[in-house]
């Protein structure tokens, strides 16, 4: 599909800005236009590097050839930056999470329909291969209906020392990995949230969570289980996967995914084996006769395609892929995660999410 290239700027200079930067000086749909960072350091290292600095944040929105804007800054700044780029007339791709309110993204949706221009975050974990082999195996349906989904990630080095660890700048684990995995169980699971239950932890930072714990139920009955921590030197598998039929784990994304499929249900001469400190029928390991055992493939991922979908959703050419009602889906649930967490109770939704 032909597109005509758009030309991009970048607010914030720093690890995700110059991702974003380092993507757009080959893509096949978008020009790098410049960058604009409030850190003079930054600006210096850009134009050291081949790229134009604009020397004010109203310099680089006043440009009338810039076409879109990615915002790559702290939390608590998205807001202001967004309302601004809405108000020069440029489309905007935002840093997730959008913001830190249901009420200031929603402010951020409405400012996008006046200048009727798109708005949207950018959820590149949706090109995670881990997450696209999960999508495989519930799309095929090949170990049958799901009951239950974790979905972990651990480290060892706490939160970074920068203004992720403070919650002035809109820091932790919820709104910094939280919003990627509850964005990708919500799309694995695409049923209606019924409640959501959090707990956090505060091992390394007490400002703000250095870890968390969610569980979720879906109305149809599935529940998910979605887990960071800072502080895990032995980490746990990065998906684990109950169906009906067979279950599916993913150890960490450089692995492949490992399946297991019931072909045999009941079994008249099962023995009972040896345990530590006594014996089980409940607990006998299957065997090949009884189940399939296979791997999924790494699926292709560019996540490049990020871009290339929104470059065709402001020609009108495709359907940009994070949607408002998606991103607000997600917001939503942190909300819930953050209420969940203060009180020690599950945080309800009549009529479901």
């Excluded at 529940?223 to 150890?251: D, K, S, V, W």
Aim: glycine letters at 8%; charged letters at 25%; a negative charge.
């Amino acid at each position: 599909m032909e597109m005509s290239k758009k030309n991009l700027a970048v607010i914030g200079y720093g690890g995700q800005g110059g991702w974003h930067c380092q993507h757009a000086l080959t893509s096949d749909v978008v020009n790098l236009k410049g960058i604009y960072d409030i850190k003079p350091e930054r600006n210096e290292l850009a134009r050291s590097r081949g790229i134009h600095a604009y020397g004010s944040l109203q310099e680089l929105l006043s440009d009338p050839t810039i076409d879109l804007v990615t915002i790559a800054t702290p939390n608590d700044t998205h807001l202001e930056l967004v309302l601004a780029a809405f108000r020069a007339g440029k489309h905007v791709l935002c840093e997730k999470p959008a913001e830190m309110t249901v009420e200031a993204v929603q402010k951020m949706m409405d400012a996008a329909n006046r200048a009727h221009k798109l708005f949207t975050v950018h959820q590149n974990r949706r090109f995670d291969v881990d997450y696209l082999a999960m999508r495989k195996i519930l799309r095929d349906g090949c170990i049958g209906e799901p009951l239950r989904i974790e979905s972990r990630v651990h480290g060892s080095r706490g939160i970074p020392s920068d203004w992720r660890g403070t919650r002035e700048h809109g820091g932790g684990m919820i709104l910094d990995w939280g919003v990627h995995l509850i964005d990708q169980i919500l799309q694995l699971i695409p049923d209606k949230v019924r409640s959501v239950y959090c707990r956090v932890t505060h091992y390394t930072n007490e400002e703000v969570d250095d870890g968390f714990r969610i569980e979720l139920e879906f109305e149809s009955g599935v529940t998910a289980h979605i887990e960071i921590g800072t502080l895990n030197f032995i980490p746990m598998p990065r998906f684990y996967l109950q169906c009906r039929n067979g279950t599916a784990i993913i150890q960490d994304w450089r692995q492949k995914a490992q399946v297991v499929r019931c072909k045999f249900w009941h079994e008249n001469d099962v023995l009972p084996v040896q345990t530590a400190a006594g014996i089980t029928k409940t607990m006998a390991p299957r065997d090949e006769v009884t189940t399939d055992t296979f791997e999924i493939e790494k699926p292709e991922s560019d996540v490049h395609d990020f871009y290339r979908n929104y470059v065709a959703a402001i020609d009108g050419k495709e359907t940009q892929l994070v949607t408002h009602e998606q991103i607000l889906r997600v917001m939503r649930v942190m909300t819930a995660s953050f209420e969940s967490a203060k009180t020690g109770l599950p945080v309800f939704f009549e009529g479901g999410l």
